[in-house]
């Protein structure tokens, strides 16, 4: 089943920016989750967000969740080629530790 | 160091021939997934288990089957009844007690040929 909704499908920008990307998605959660995925590879946890929290920071990396809007957001800070890759917001909602997954957004860095 | 492993990288199936994907893992980790992804698609669950002689489908269970009869594995098998298996297949576990996401391996790419 597919819960969650990434937007843009496709992003494009210089080195040095900042990318955003956001996830929506349908029923409530215990948490949310984002994930990398480098072409042709496994997909890599960057981080997890609970229910009951509004931000988190890791790095360069800065999520947010409003539980009242059902979104997410992913911001990468000064971003660098090697940030290319296609993101992945996931969500777990039930008792079994099984996460939905969004169809991901593809982030191009363009050096 | 703990991890993943699946192999192989590249399998390559010819029509009417079941296959075997490998997956084995080292955290100690109880629940184990397998996801099919195609090209420029978000991922969609096969099978996963929870506990070692356990298993449930996932939203595309036809034509695969598993099984768990040790903790570290859980191999997937492409049978000759699944019409389109040329996928990208991942294979991922997770902690039940404390639950900090997912690990994946890195994936096996299944041709047929």
């Avoid at chain 1, 992913?74 to 993101?87: E, G, K, P, V, W």
């Avoid at chain 2, 996928?87 to 790419?109: E, M």
Wanted: glycine fraction near 8%; charged fraction near 20%.
């Amino acid at each position: 089943s597919q819960q969650g909704e990434e937007d843009p499908q496709a992003l494009s920008i210089q080195e040095g920016e900042n990318a955003t990307m956001n996830c929506s998605y349908k029923t409530s959660i215990n948490n949310l989750q984002w994930y990398r995925q480098n072409s042709g590879r496994g997909l890599v946890h960057l981080i997890l967000i609970r229910s009951n929290e509004r931000e988190k920071h890791s790095g360069r990396l800065r999520v947010t969740l409003d539980t009242s809007k059902k979104s997410s957001s992913l911001l990468i800070t000064a971003s660098r080629a090697a940030d290319t890759a296609s993101y992945f917001c996931a969500t777990e909602s039930g008792s079994n530790y099984q996460l939905i997954w969004g169809a991901g957004t593809k982030l191009i860095i363009k050096p | 160091d703990g991890g993943i492993t699946q192999s192989p990288k590249y399998l390559f199936r010819k029509e009417g021939q079941n296959v075997t994907l490998s997956c084995e893992q080292n955290l100690n980790h109880d629940a184990m997934y397998w996801y099919r992804q195609d090209p420029g698609q978000g991922l969609r669950l096969i099978y996963y288990s929870q506990i070692v002689n356990d298993f449930q489908k996932g939203d595309i269970a036809e034509g695969y089957s598993v099984s768990r009869e040790k903790k570290e594995s859980f191999p997937l098998t492409v049978t000759s009844a699944q019409k389109n298996p040329t996928a990208f297949y991942l294979c991922a576990s997770s902690g039940v007690g404390t639950f900090d996401g997912y690990t994946f391996g890195s994936g096996t790419r299944l041709t047929v040929v």
